[in-house]
């Protein structure tokens, strides 16, 4: 039942939650006292990051612990480990593009060395590198075992990417979704839209990351087949010869 | 057994039907070893040269008003990043930038900038400006690039304005 109501519901809500975010922040929400209309870009830019370091790799963080964990190691968390890297790298890009586009009117720079923008990028290379070692590796279960290994060792810069902002002094603002005294100083409207984007947008995540998976799960099938095929075939070669 | 297949060689275990997996996969382990090996590298060659431009060269991104000040007989005509508050009244458009005072919470410094300021640049904001002092013992800040350092709050231009029935803003 939650099965079928997630194929069902999770793409229509997703994209009925992001359509409503960018109706609300283009055209109900105010401009702001400082940025003027550049503020519409944080319904987009806060949420794109919040899924690709905190959910995006925290999923597949948590799923490759999991595997790594021999009660609860299975070929679905694996699965998910790598789709929930594959979706965080779109979401990665995306972070790194609107930041610069969001960058370039508002700091007057498409990009800055700072701390926070140069880890982001780092867990960029990350991601690209989690994805390189699964196919620098056949075996299945040894590609499974280093890749979740890689995730989790390359996990530590999501915290060093959150704090940079407070550990350093960078051109980047400091955070204002999770800030050392938990609040938000967004003006009432543009706040609620805010929170309405993260939500849209961690949505977005998880049905991405169920379409990820279930062309995971149909290329293993496909791949079964094909083997089970070449046996077949070899098993007749050899009664035949 | 051995049988040729696209021009190379197979070893097969066994002519029996139900014995059909191959003999030697240790070839492919050394190749996916070395594979392994070669992404590593180029990831950690890619972090480091991201940190090398990046976070080590500038882990703080600028130095403050009052630390440059403080430093000003150490750092000469150095390039450094300085930040700021854009002191009020202050700004005066020049034909190849601006000039203007930026303070921090002891001490000021006149800067004169080129190139065309950022659009979000105006009083009383914080910014961070490329540039070196004129000398070791000057305060006056010759900038080549005005970056505008923005807070995270957010408040609406027009808080109390609303929308009569007609549609008009008000």
Same mark, same amino acid.
């Given at each position: ?57 925290? /999923? ?43 960058g370039r009117?508002a700091w007057g720079v498409w990009w800055a060395?700072d ?55 960078t051109l980047h ?19 609620? !839209? ?48 | ?50 940190? !090398? ?8 991104y600028f ?18 990043r300085l930040e ?5 009244? /202050? ?22 900038a080129?190139g065309?300021p950022p659009?979000l640049f105006?009083?009383?904001i914080p910014v961070v400006v490329v540039g ?11 900038g080549t690039q005005i970056m505008v350092k923005h ?20």
């Amino acid at each position: 039942m939650t099965k079928k109501l997630g194929r069902l519901a999770l793409g229509p809500a997703s994209l009925g939650l992001l359509a409503l975010t960018f109706w609300l922040g283009y055209f109900v929400t105010p401009p702001d006292q400082v940025q003027g209309e550049l503020v519409r870009l944080l319904y987009i830019h806060p949420a794109v990051a919040w899924v690709a370091l905190y959910v995006s790799f925290g /999923t597949a963080t948590i799923a490759s612990a999991l595997y790594l964990w021999p009660r609860t190691r299975s070929e679905a968390l694996d699965r998910i480990a790598a789709s929930a890297v594959e979706v965080s790298l779109f979401f990665i890009a995306l972070t790194l593009i609107s930041g610069s586009i969001w960058g370039r009117p508002a700091w007057g720079v498409w990009w800055a060395w700072d701390a926070r923008l140069t880890s982001t990028a780092i867990l960029g290379v990350f991601a690209l590198g989690y994805l390189a070692l699964r196919r620098a590796n056949d075996d299945r279960e040894q590609r499974a075992r280093r890749a979740a290994v890689f995730c989790i060792l390359t996990a530590i810069n999501v915290p060093i990417i959150h704090f940079s902002v407070l550990w350093w002094k960078t051109l980047h603002q400091g955070a204002s979704v999770l800030s050392s005294n938990r609040s938000i100083k967004v003006h009432g409207s543009m706040g609620l !839209t805010l929170l309405l984007s993260f939500i849209a947008f961690t949505l977005t995540f998880f049905w991405l990351l169920r379409a990820r998976y279930r062309i995971e799960v149909i290329r293993d099938e496909k791949l079964q087949r094909s083997l089970a095929t070449s046996i077949e075939q070899r098993r007749t070669e050899v009664s035949g010869a | 057994m051995v049988s040729r297949y696209g021009g190379g060689v197979i070893t097969v275990a066994s002519s029996s039907p139900d014995q059909l997996s191959p003999v030697a996969p240790p070839a492919i382990k050394s190749r996916a070893r070395r594979r392994n090996l070669v992404v590593l590298v180029v990831v950690a060659l890619s972090v480091v040269a991201l940190l !090398t431009q990046g976070l080590l060269g500038s882990l703080n991104y600028f130095k403050t008003v009052d630390e440059a000040l403080a430093q000003r007989h150490l750092l000469g005509t150095k390039v450094i990043r300085l930040e700021g508050l854009v002191a009020p009244h /202050t700004i005066s458009r020049t034909s190849s930038g601006a000039s203007f005072f930026l303070t921090g919470l002891q001490g000021k410094v006149f800067v004169v900038a080129h190139g065309t300021p950022p659009q979000l640049f105006r009083a009383s904001i914080p910014v961070v400006v490329v540039g070196h002092f004129l000398s070791s013992t000057s305060s006056s800040f010759d900038g080549t690039q005005i970056m505008v350092k923005h807070s995270s709050t957010y408040i609406a231009k027009h808080p109390k304005r609303v929308k009569a029935p007609n549609g008009s803003v008000r």
